[in-house]
């Protein structure tokens, strides 16, 4: 329009013949034809039928192990003993034994599993400080709102890490042994560390520094949540480094779950001594359990899961079957195409006159899909 | 709601009784005054300063989408409930209120500028006994003012006096109905009297009695009173506002109406916003979706109420309940986060994106050359850029004729002397050559006196005359004396006709460049130059045309003593008369006319008669005596006329085109095979309206009957009509089946609809404005609308602006389909204000009409591509915008939906607060836009080639209630794969490090990942026009989503914002997992391959008219432009009927003397200045003085001549 001014003469105002103002624009129309279309659907069913098989192969590889200790072995006891709240302080601990019979080739991840467990709750998730939790000292002291009910714990002392989250922190612990071929009960050790993604640990939890002071000296005034045995400079008393924010169970447990099923990482299995490097032998297993979570108000169950991995993750059979499954879906949709194409479009004549292929089922089918 | 007005009404001071009479004095303002009466002020603008913010925003919260996205701010705000951040919502309503307001008061600002501009106008007003200048706005009822030739008549006036003789004044009314012709009005002579003397002015006490402000523009009636005696006023006393004073140095006039109350204001009709149909169904599905969410809403809260109970009140170990919620108040604060995460069912930027894409498509046809006529170098204009997609559904058309179908120019094109066409051109072997503009023109340089724009093209006529061939004399000496015009010759050899119809001038012109040319006039002779030599003839009587004679004769002698009969009339009526001895000629002249017919020419056939000195003696003394007979005058003359015209000689034919303009009847043809119904309403009479219909394709031979309804009592209209029906439907119900529903918002519009009615063949109604002003009563306009609708063609002739509208109203009332009017004139302005939508065409009878339409442009023939192309265009991209944001969004919500189930009724997001308040905004916005501003099915050519691709839009079939609920259903399908899918690959699932992947966070990075890539391949399935925009937009957006995620979850936003940025890493760590990708893969093929499969067998199986021609497109080039055909050639057996578009012409003034008196004297030029554009164009431009007989056009007296005195 701003053009307009600029000329003068009989044609002042005529409009620009520009292919954008006259609409003329260089396009490409694709249409919906036979001869892109069932190509495509049978390239299709092709590709997910190669990618279902690679895919359940590649599952079929992996061994897992879930066991489900709620109420198994002698962790009954544990169990009816953590029904009443006054005991809640009260150590507990229990041992379930379980046979592997094929041996875990590789890597063995150990994975503890709840059941039932709402962290996607909208005021469960959003009840955590995330400025505490990457080492502000605003936040530190001052904990932000959100973090209700659990912003001040005893002698109305911020709590560090607040909110429900940190709070309602998973604290079993488990001791996995392996019963060798002779009787011998082998501790089978479990690395507990690098179980976070990077950026957790490095950036987005971090302790709060002050000079050179001591984490605990950094954390007094505050006090540790209501659920917690221990503070929180406490968590590991290994490794240092451990301690405080960055602890790598605290960081697990941290990443809220998107639905109320599902493990977290507990340990990697140690391969540096025998009989371990090559993964887990087959035989007898049992796990000591020190038993402090309680389920059972929320009709909730605990687990452990002993799996290995491929490049696909865990052993996850729904992609592959599903994959599978679409593939013939495919191949179904696209065999009655060409049916269709054969029988009415492939002439051509459909496209002619104002004709339609009549009769009385095509009317019926037209009837039920318009 | 009436009652309380009524009851609040004399509270507030508001009570107004409806003016009954109108009473006032002249000269007298405190006594005027005190009635209260307007003044002259008018105010057409909607705001002022003050009250600009509070109005425009309570009509902005008008709107339902503005009210509800103001509730969800207000909702946000409250903590317990708040699921989201209050900047959500509250950016974009700001925004969309923002532009609205600035657009809106732009507009107000042009209403006021106008309004100031015609208030502050200035005229002489006689005020304590002299004449001061004063604003318009200023003029009080019973003020008398001068108004001056050229001058704006400034309000409704009572004419006192004029400089002319007799009183008389000339008035231009253009801008009031539309008709170019002059009109003349005529004071009283007790007031013309006065003069201009301003002490006599000044001292004149008339009392005027009248009528109450109406919209009658043909009727008024009062009195004045004066010196005790009373005076009848009429129509012809009274000058409205709106009109030019013309040929006419000055005037007086009192003041009758002022302002809002003059008939020009009262015509002008109420503007109202108009809303597309679309629109409608935006709001009653926006409602419907509000009663959706509500019951998603609901359910969720129930569930929340449930899970509470169950789960929730055990797991308060970990999440203890705030103060005082318990299962219930959490269930129901529940609802209020749902009905804001789920918000986005209703999304604001609907009605933004609704209006970017009617802009985007309002500057395509500005810009369109192919809509530019480079004569007037007039551009189409989109003057409301708010109706596009309705001109992609239109149904019925009215249309003007005068201007709009026709250029309102007539020529002499063509004339059989003695049984010798001419006026065709032949190449040497005899074939009929077609006249362009190139076609050598006939030199009239020989002739002085000749009018330079007059063209022909035959050069045999010319030699033929010159070579003094008898009868072809005789043929233009006949049209050089037998009229009513009147010359005016301002300079020597400057000769300008003022003639009854144009048909009279364009004849006159003709006989004047063929060498006859009529120079002057006295009541007994006639001046003529015959071939450069003067004769002068003596004007014995003139036989003046009227309706019944449809003929007009002169009876001359010559110089030579030669007594000679001359008449040209209506082909039927003169051969009734003519003398068995023409037979032959007869014959051969018949297949001319029924040539010149076919064409679509106005014939009119020539005869002359020698009379005998005797019996035209004899003749005359009888004539005189009927003449002056008291009783029967009428009958014995015309008696007396029918016994001298008989026994004629035959000399020729005339044909007179009323040039149509360009393209008109392919238009017609085009407009009509894509099931668009035209009708013609216009001011002509019916013979013109019906010859025009004929002549642009409208009305054809092959039609089965076409019905003349022309009745005078409403009994015998309602005969006419029930008729009409009964042969084209005989067994149609006798009662009319109104079928009553209701529609729109809450259902609260009652809605009446007759329904089509199935008729074989084709039919045609014309009916005359006394039987419409019957069949438009309440009591026949259902009869009226049945009738007219079974016909393919319908024309109203003789029509009021009123009417016109009523017209328009009456069918978009029952027939619930889109109207489009088309004028040009003031007078089609009611009718194009109450169209769905109203188009001007511009350059021609002034801006009136221009002013109020939706659409401009220069020539009808444009109306083609506005429809077929633009139109079709609108409104399917409107639909498939539609379509595809409803399912984007519904999509979006619905996954919300199933999350539901898995986090406890929390009301937690599936996706990030981010990507929530992006992917309206920016992540979707851009691509859809693009498809639905640039998106075409086939391109311009095939969608003028194929009208029948036009009829979806009229069948709403691109987007309606049905597909909005397939649309649903579909949208239900998708989030479920978007949302299952998902949740089951991920659910159990770890990283390929053994790390998490089944977090919140990643998985909502999953969902909306899937969800943007699924709707991204959606829209590229629903576009079918890729152009590089749409390319760059899609891929862009996509690759905007990845950048802005990658961006808002990386190290350095969590740093800075830590609260708002949670989600550092998931990007990083999860996009990077094989498994994600297969996810994603498998999500979008689940979700896309059903839609392609679905649309691929439907082609298939039954293609549309639309798939048929895109695959046409495929097989074939381009198509060829489509010819200019010539028109095709009637095989006719009408002829038209007599050309004379006026009745009784003014024969009377002609021999009256009185008329001429001063005649000679005045010399003054009739076009010095004109501010229409076609004065310069065309060849000749005839201006008719007296008006038709005010009867004809009357409706029934409805109460008696009570004012009549």
Known sequence: MGKVKGKSGPLARRPDNSAFKQQRLPAWSPMLTANTVLPFFYFMALLCMLLGVWLLLTVQSTQEKKLDYTEAGTCNTCFELRKNVSNAAKPCSCKVEFEIKKAFKGDVFFYYGLQNFHQNLRRYMDSRDDGQMVGRKKNLKNPSTYCKPFTNGLNRLPIAPCGAVANSIFNDSFTLSYRGSRGRVVPVPLLRKGLTWYTDKNIKYRNPQDGNMTLAQVLEGTAQPLYWQKPAYELDTHDPNNNG??????????????????????????????????????GNYSINISYNFPVQYFRGRKEVVLTTLTWFGGQNHFLPVAYLITSCLILLIAVVLTVAWCKFGKNGRNMEGDGMPSGTTNEWLKSVLL | MESLTSYFGPLCGKEEKPEEERHFRANDRPFNLSYRYADNAIKTSKYNLFTFLPLNLFEQFGRLANAYFLFLMVLQLIPQVS??????????????????????????????????QVNNRMVDVLIDGELRNEKWMNVQVGDIIKLENNQFVTADLMLLSSSEPLNLVYVETAELDGETNLKVKQALTVTGDMGDSTDSLASFKGEVRCEPPNNRLDRFRGTLSLDGQTYSLDNDKVLLRGCTLRNTEWCFGLVIFGGPDTKLMQNSGKTTLKRTSIDHLMNVLVLCIFGFLASMCAVLAIGNGIWEV?????????????????????????????VIVLNTVVPISLYVSVEIIRLGNSFFIDWDRKMYYPKSDTPAQARTTTLNEELGQIKYIFSDKTGTLTQNIMTFNKCSINGKAYGELFDFSGQRVEITEKSEKVDFSWNQLADPKFFFHDHSLVETVREGNQEAQAFFRLLALCHTVMPEEKKEGELYYQAQSPDEGALVTAARNFGFVFRSRTPETITAVEMGRQVVYELLAVLDFNNVRKRMSVIVRSPEGKLTLYCKGADTIIYERLHPSCNKLKEV????????????????????????ESYMDEWKLRHHEASTAMDDREERLDQLYEEIEKDLQLLGATAVEDKLQDGVPQTIEQLAKADIKIWVLTGDKQETAENIGYSCNMLREEMKEIFVVAANTAEAVKEELRNARRIMCPDSAEEPSVIKARAGLFWLQKTERVEDEKVDGDYGLVINGHSLAFALDTDLHLELLRTACMCQTVICCRVTPLQKAQVVQLVKKYKQAVTLAIGDGANDVSMIKAAHIGVGISGQEGMQAVLSSDYSFAQFRYLQRLLLVHGRWSYLRMCKFLQYFFYKNFTFTFVHFWYAFFCGFSAQTVYDEWFITLYNL????????????????VNDRWSSQYPQLYAPGQLNLYFSKKAFVSCMMHSCYSSLILFFIPWAAMHDTVRDDGKDIADYQSFALLAQTCLLIVMSAQLCLDTSYWTAVNQFFVWGSLAAYFAVTLTMYSNGMFLIFTSSFPFIGTARNSLNQPNVWLTVFLTSLLCILPVVAFRFILIQLWPTANDKVRHKVRKEALPAPAPRRPPTRRISTRRSGYAFSHAQGYGDLVTSRRFLLRLPLRSRPLFTQTDSPLAQNQPQHYRTIPEEAEDSQKPPPTGGAAAAQ
Do not use: C
């Open chain 1, 245 to 282: 924010f960055i602890n790598d169970d605290l960081i697990v447990w941290m990443r809220e779950a998107a639905f109320p099923n599902f493990k977290k990482l507990y340990g990697v299995l140690y391969r540096a001594t025998k009989p371990f490097t090559t993964g887990l032998p087959a």
């Open chain 2, 83 to 116: 699921s989201l951040s209050w900047f959500t919502t509250a950016v974009p309503l700001f925004l969309v209120l923002a532009i609205t307001a600035v657009k809106d008061a732009s507009d107000d600002i042009n209403r006021h500028r106008s309004d100031k």
């Open chain 2, 310 to 338: 169950r789960e929730g009140s055990v797991f308060t170990v970990f999440l203890p309940r705030e103060q005082g919620v318990n299962a219930a108040l959490s269930s129901f604060l529940s609802f209020w986060s749902y």
């Open chain 2, 589 to 612: 002249t018949t297949g001319h006319l029924n040539e010149y017919a076919g064409d679509g020419l106005r014939t009119l056939v020539l005869a002359y008669k020698d009379l005998d």
């Open chain 2, 922 to 937: 920016v992540y979707t916005a851009l691509p859809v836009l693009a498809m639905s501003i640039f998106d075409q099915d």
